[in-house]
Nanobody, 120 residues
Framework: QVQLVESGGGLVQPGGSLRLSCAAS????????MGWYRQAPGKERELVAT???????NYADSMKGRITISRDNAKNTVYLQMNNLKPEDTAVYYC??????????????WGQGTQVTVSS
């Protein structure tokens, strides 16, 4: 099993910043790609950003230029720096990790989410 624990969410005003962290605890599984997704009430979960083990990044168009994803492989931790936040960024943000078993099978592990609320 893989445990993912998010932190750093909260209430900020429009234009404010937050830094989210996600620490992964793996047993016999290796962690490959990691990322952040978000989901607002009544909406589908959507991609925010992903990062490979080598550092290749991918960002949602709606947030590109305002966010930076990074990771520390030694700590199995992924970060999301968010700047110039907008009310439409309000959602529960979920940490995701693509994990690989010793047999080579891959699956997605999810954290329980951290609430981000952007409001004046």
């Amino acid at each position: 099993q893989v445990q993912l624990v998010e932190s750093g969410g909260g209430l900020v005003q429009p234009g404010g910043s937050l830094r989210l962290s996600c620490a992964a605890s793996a047993t016999i599984f290796s962690i490959n790609d990691m990322g952040w997704y978000r989901q607002a009430p009544g909406k589908e979960r959507e991609l925010v950003a992903t990062i490979t083990r080598r550092g290749t990044t991918n960002y949602a168009d709606s947030m590109k230029g305002r966010i930076t994803i990074s990771r520390d492989n030694a700590k199995n931790t992924v970060y999301l720096q968010m700047n110039n936040l907008k009310p439409e960024d309000t959602a529960v943000y979920y940490c995701n990790a693509l994990t690989r078993s010793p047999a080579g099978a891959e699956f997605n592990a999810w954290g329980q989410g951290t609430q981000v609320t952007v409001s004046s």
